[in-house]
């Protein structure tokens, strides 16, 4: 099956090739015939469990019906051989990679991502050695004790004749500035060490969420209904770390009330985001959370008026980056200029897809008089039906290959950029 071909497509060929009727296959995945012909003729998002269930029934892997397989996993692999110098042919075969040898594909993702994060440690290490006054005070003391005891012992060594009251003492000196120095020096050490043998615990807790939150399945589905709130607590049970721990039960917690304002079935029945804009009493914001967390193939970015992500959920064919702002032509960051107005745009990746995006920045803060609100702007992503004139942008600067970007803040560790709207790395869809 060609890479370019859409899901619903691939889900089509793979059904006719195995000669299963379209009702059977619809019966063994627990949908309708009727949502699984419009799944194959492209008029219906589909990922999460429905994508994994039609894999299974199919016989084949996930990723060999997801159009872009996991484009976030395709991004990391293409970004980690950028980084080694890989020529665009190279680099162009990192979806095949992922999508034929996808655990091969994440161990490449996860040495980078190891790489990444040590690569933070060892630039919060040399910033607090510049800038913490205690542990410079230590280095300083450390410096200090070496150059005593280093003075000591060429006294000692260079005078063969001492008197013995001074040897004695000198021989103290000698003995309590080692100690000094070995104390100094194990705390400094121990230090570094601790952050080297973090693992996962180099991970912002941020981060960590992110990535808590893409390896569950079906998390939405656990939290709806009145009494979501109260399956929080065993959901993130697992996290180690205690800030991660607390920062993804807040998430959750919010997507629990998310759920217990706008239900699942409202959601999935609702074509656009104006069909539930009543049901959610114009809570624009609301609707647009639950169109992209409870409805597959759909994704979702969260900002805040600072332009970092506080929430994403990729979808394939649209990749997000994990740390740092995405690509400034985004709507999500457009909307802050007109809080309140609910924008609807159409985009197109470097690879040539059509996004619809629906965009708009509210305040979370209750409104008072001289206060300012604090804002942020959630932007819903929805693969375009239909050709149509959009706006290029890109995944992000370091990872975007157009060439000639008013917009751009850092060189692209693709080496050889490609001007906006062609294809280099993957082939257009059609």
């Given at each position: 099956m060609p890479r370019s071909m859409p899901t619903g497509s691939r889900i089509r060929d793979r059904r006719l090739e195995l000669a299963i009727k379209q009702g059977a296959l619809a019966a063994k995945v627990g949908i309708s015939p009727s949502y699984l012909n419009l799944?194959?003729?492209?008029r219906r998002p589909i990922g999460g469990s429905l994508l994994i269930r039609l894999a299974e029934a199919l016989g084949v892997d996930r990723a060999a019906l997801s159009e872009d397989g996991d484009s976030g996993l395709v991004s990391a692999v293409q970004a980690a051989g950028a980084a080694r110098g890989l020529g665009p042919d190279s680099l162009a075969q990192a979806a095949d990679l992922a999508r034929r040898l996808p655990d091969w594909a994440r161990?490449?993702?996860?040495?980078?991502?190891?790489?990444?994060?040590?690569?933070?440690?060892?630039?919060?290490?040399?910033?607090?050695?510049?800038?913490?006054?205690s542990l410079a005070e230590a280095m300083h003391e450390l410096l200090s004790t070496v150059s005593v005891v280093r003075s000591t012992a060429s006294i000692l060594a260079q005078t063969p004749e001492i008197d013995p009251n001074w040897l004695a003492r000198f021989h103290a000196n000698l003995d309590e500035d080692s100690r000094r120095l070995a104390e100094g020096a194990e705390a400094v050490v121990g230090l570094f060490d601790r952050k080297a043998t973090a693992g996962d615990g180099n991970l912002l807790p941020s981060e960590g969420v992110a990535r808590f939150l893409e390896a569950q399945d079906d998390l939405a589905g656990a939290l709806e209904g009145p009494s979501g709130g109260a399956a929080v607590p065993d959901l993130v049970a697992g996290i180690a770390d205690p800030a991660t721990r607390t920062l993804a039960a807040e998430v959750l917690t919010r997507d629990a009330a998310d759920a217990a304002r706008l239900p699942r079935p409202l959601v999935e029945m609702a074509r656009t985001p104006d069909d539930l804009i009543d049901a959610a009493q114009g809570d624009m914001a609301l609707v647009l959370r639950r169109m992209g967390l409870a409805v597959p193939g759909r994704g979702l970015v969260i900002c805040d008026a600072a332009g970092a992500m506080i929430r994403r959920k990729p979808?394939?064919?649209?990749?997000l980056p994990?740390?740092?702002a995405g690509c400034p032509l985004w709507p999500v960051y457009a909307a802050f200029r007109q809080p309140g107005r609910a924008l609807a745009a159409r985009i197109e990746t470097p690879d040539g897809a059509g996004w619809q995006v629906h965009a708009v920045a509210a305040s979370v803060t209750p409104p008072k008089f001289g206060t300012e609100p604090v804002l942020q702007s959630t932007m819903l992503l929805t693969r375009a039906d239909t050709p149509g004139r959009a706006e290029p942008v890109g995944p992000g600067c370091r990872t975007c290959p157009r060439a000639d970007c008013a917009a751009r803040r850092e060189p692209s560790v693709?080496?050889?950029?490609?001007?906006?709207?062609?294809?280099a790395l993957l082939p257009a869809r059609p």
């Open positions: 799944i194959e003729h492209n161990v490449i993702q996860a040495q980078a991502q190891a790489l990444a994060a040590q690569a933070r440690t060892i630039e919060a290490m040399s910033d607090r050695l510049a800038h913490d006054p979808v394939a064919g649209f990749p994990v740390v740092g693709l080496s050889e950029p490609v001007a906006p709207g062609a294809a």
